[in-house]
């Protein structure tokens, strides 16, 4: 291989990806789907940005992985990759135009060929395709180009306008809710019925740009004059954002309408699935794949014990509330018991045997007497607190926030404890633990009991806040949720856990369009963030250090014999 | 009387039979090694001691008391520490962190104090990284933060596998100070190791183990001087 030819190596191999990665996209009708809904309204249709992003991600990479750091190779790259890209797509819309694709590929339709060609048919929109590409390429080779200020500014205004797009549902409808001339005005000027207007996100950029610069031109002074203050001080500082975290938290739901507020309710019964797996994978380091079988045990104890089918106990939520927690620790240390002695893969499916396991027994005709069978548990009675009927989401809220504070209290709590430390150290390694004088049965049973106990809780409140259960609610997938949850979010990290859940469950409850396509999207952002921040979106601090300190301590070392 | 005594101790692993009637006693205040070859039996004789193996056949003593009835975590309790082979620092906690789990067991906060400060006297080098992780530190730094994480238990008796195993010769030599140094402080240490030649020199008597038999034991000075030990052993 000569050398300009590994020069120009990059830009190809990677547009390529970057176009098999749109194709992709496209055959599994992302891009048709997400089209209907607008980022900038009348301009900008969502299933194009995300095409338009990958393209220019991929520019990006390869103007960075050019082996010699000259700017006009590295942007020379970048708009390669970014032409190679738009011409597989060419290629791909130039035989989907001669030859009937839709017989292998369902989704490979006309629309699909106009969206990608700017709605112009013939030569003009492939060259219209490229032209785009090239487009790309040149402005993520501008990026590289740029110094680093410029260049953050640039991501981060794009990345806002985006964000304001895709969470039109979650703005529009608390603006809307106050119902005062400031906020039907703003609402007015931002947003359209489907997307921002293109005034709107043009006022976005501008408004973040200055923010952004104040915020770097003061963000040393602000951050010297925080630490010179006095501890006390800074306590207080501590303490006022807490307090107004609080208040933001309890007021939530009143701005929120009905729907969004439900979203929450889902969220926030995810932060404790999330919050109780957090100890058994996270402090622990038990990976445990049948996550859901404690959920499920939660809501079904609650159904059997309030519900006036079946047995008709007819005990109100809150005396059926801690026998449910009690019946998952105990079948957390039921699970626990067997599995003591296995570690890594064994463990994941071993505790992925024990959650279909349970689903299965609750949707077994053998078991129908008690358990309901397919047809589930109804009219279980929403929580009466106090004489208050919790009905609305906004009502079942409350309930939650005050579980996720417990929770958050408990880990907290644990995590500096003993039994934390029992936890750390037989994480890393179980044989040492017991040499320190561990007990490593007990540890473990404690590890599951506890994240069972989590789990059953948001069980219990799941199952009161629908009313009703049925097997078919506690598949694996949940499971898999809250690994993922765990994992994007940041192992160990309880902050990491919230954004997580928001992210992985209210996020695709905002955009519908995503249902289809969640598991994908699950899969894409794990690979993802394996690849850019293994240690997750709001790392706990330890982790953070193992993963990206590692040169710099590494350097230290070897610098002293 | 013994400190610690291994009565015709036989041990398994599923069919493969190990220890076969090994009988080895360590007095107070001694340092006893154990050497011999790859498979010999030395780190499975630890095993036994720290209760992660059981014996199939004999009985292990500490003081008098047998230790059959124990739990592996609750002989730590009684004074039975173990550096493990691979020294087998918690590489992702901080050298601070890894010295308080060593002290686990114990509920004196005052003497775990002591013992830190105890431990930062004998290996500065520790000190100056208490709030680095154990995983960045080099291969000596790692085998003296094991042996301060064993010696934070406060062990009657420390067990020590192989501390001489994959460092540099001038760390070597280092190690063996610490573990003399140990000594002259009273505590009583069972040493398992193949370097032979430092491993005599620095105890006061020595068994030689070989396919899961005691085959010598005698005065560490004498069994340096043993033609089969030399030959075997130390490749004179």
Known sequence: MTKAQSLWNHGVKIGAIGGVSVLVICLIGMVESFGKRFIIAGYLPMGVTIALIISMFAAFIAAKKTPIPEKSIQFANAVMSGFVTSGLLAIFVIIGRSIKLRVVFVEASPVLYNILTGGISGAGGIFILLFAGLLCGAFSGLLIVLTD???????????????????????????????????????????????????????????????????????????????????????????????????????????????????????????????????????????????????????????????????????????????????????????????????????????????????????????????????????????????????????????????????????????????????????????????????????????????????????????SKIGSVYPHSFNVFISINVVCIVIIGGIGSLPGIVVGAAALMGLPELLREFADYRMFVYGVALVIMMLLRPEGLLPEVRHKIELHDETETGTQTAAQP | MAMLELRNVHAHYGKIHALKDISITVNKGEIVTLIGGNGAGKSTTLKTISGTLRPSEGKIFLNGEDLGKYPAHEIVTKGIVQVPEGRRVFGQLTVMENLDLGAFTSKDKKRDANNIEKIFQMFPRLAERSKQLAGTLSGGEQQMLAMGRALMADPKILLLDEPSMGLAPVLVDSVFDTIKTLHAQGVTILLV????????????RGYVIQTGKVILEDDAKKLLENEMVKKAYMGD
């Open chain 1, 149 to 463: 200020l410029p260049r953050k500014l640039i991501i981060n205004a794009i990345a806002t306008v985006f964000a304001l797009g895709l969470l039109q549902e979650l703005i529009l409808p608390i603006l809307n809710s106050w119902d005062l001339g400031v906020t039907n005005y703003l609402a007015g000027l931002f947003y359209t019925l489907n997307g921002l207007t293109p005034i709107g996100a043009i006022l976005a950029v501008i408004i973040f740009c200055i923010l952004y610069l104040l915020w770097h031109a003061n963000q040393n002074t602000i951050k010297t004059k925080y630490s010179n203050l006095p501890k006390a001080t800074q306590k207080k500082t501590k303490y006022f954002g807490l307090l107004i975290l609080a208040i933001i938290l309890i007021f939530l739901p009143q701005f929120l309408g009905l729907f969004l507020s439900e979203v929450l309710t889902i969220v926030g019964l995810y932060v404790l699935l999330g919050l109780g797996l957090n100890i058994v994978v996270g402090y622990a380091g038990l990976l445990d794949l049948g996550y859901v079988a404690f959920f499920a045990i939660g809501s079904y104890v609650v159904a059997l014990l309030t519900s006036p089918q079946i047995f008709d106990i007819g005990l109100n939520f809150w005396q059926a509330l801690p026998i449910a927690v009690i019946c998952g620790i105990l079948a957390g240390v039921m699970l626990g018991i067997p599995v003591l002695k296995m570690r890594g893969d064994y463990l994941a499916i071993a505790t992925l045997g024990f959650g279909e396991i349970i689903r299965i027994l609750v949707l077994s005709d053998f078991l129908k007497p008690w358990l309901g069978g397919a047809q589930g548990i109804g009219s279980i009675p929403n929580p009466n607190f106090m004489g208050f009927l919790m009905v609305k989401p906004q009502h079942i809220y409350y309930l939650i926030l005050a579980g996720c504070i417990l929770v958050v209290f408990i880990s907290l709590r644990l995590k500096n404890s003993r039994l934390g430390r029992a936890w750390m150290a037989m994480r890393e390694d179980e044989d040492v633990a017991q040499a320190m004088g561990i007990n490593l049965v007990a540890t473990k049973l404690l590890a599951f009991a506890t994240g069972a106990g989590f789990s059953a809780l948001s069980g219990a409140i799941f199952a």
């Open chain 2, 193 to 204: 190791e193949q370097n032979a030649r430092m491993a005599l020199k620095t105890a006061s």
